[in-house]
């Protein structure tokens, strides 16, 4: 994870001195995610950016899957609302299944990480494990990258400030509003 916090402040810099222009608008909001454990098959991790609604650079960790399953799932955001105050969207579910998705994390702590053939520093441009570099992402070809042919998270927390995916499945979900402060961690 180091060479893609490296890769982003790089990639901050550039953006700063107007040599690459952030194509990924995200919202003012972050997201709190946990998860149990996390299977992934075909997995990429680089640093980049994503520019927010209201211009502000936000530089990022884009965490990969070709494939993965979650369990023990949790989101959470918290917004204010005029008049009445905090409120938090959560949601939760006992699965989760993705086909070529991406988390742009801004934070993450997992308990343990094990991982297959994995490759770090390997240039981003060349990775081949995994679903590659998201379309759109700024992201120099010679910045480094992980990659590895599987992973397994347990006890997994982010936070995170975008998720994309071509495929998503989701098991036993459900969402609640509640009035205040109760997000996952």
């Known amino acids: 994870m180091l060479p893609s916090l490296a890769a982003s402040a790089a990639l901050l810099v550039a ?86 998705s991406y988390s742009d994390v801004i934070q993450a702590h997992q308990g343990t990480v094990t991982t297959k053939n994995s490759r770090t520093g390997i240039a981003a441009g060349v990775a081949t494990k995994g679903p590659g570099v998201r379309p759109g992402d700024n992201v120099a070809p010679a910045s480094a990258a992980q990659e590895s042919d599987s992973s397994v998270v347990t006890d997994s927390r982010s936070i995170v400030v975008a998720t994309s995916a071509r495929v998503t499945q989701t098991s036993g979900s459900s969402t609640r509003i509640y009035k205040g402060v109760n997000e996952c961690f």
Do not use: M
């Not at 107007?18 to 990924?24: E, I, N, Q, V």
């Not at 990429?44 to 609604?53: C, M, P, T």
């Open 15 to 100: 953006v700063a001195e107007g040599a690459l222009a952030a194509s990924f608008l995200i919202s003012n909001q972050k997201f709190k995610v946990t998860a149990e454990r996390i299977e992934v098959t075909g997995a990429i991790q680089y640093g980049a950016f994503d520019k927010r609604y209201d211009g502000k650079i936000v530089p990022v960790t884009v965490a990969g899957a070709a494939h993965s399953t979650s369990y023990g799932v949790c989101q959470s955001t918290v917004q204010h609302i005029p008049l009445i105050g905090k409120v938090t969207v959560r949601v939760t579910a006992k699965r989760v299944t993705t086909h070529d």
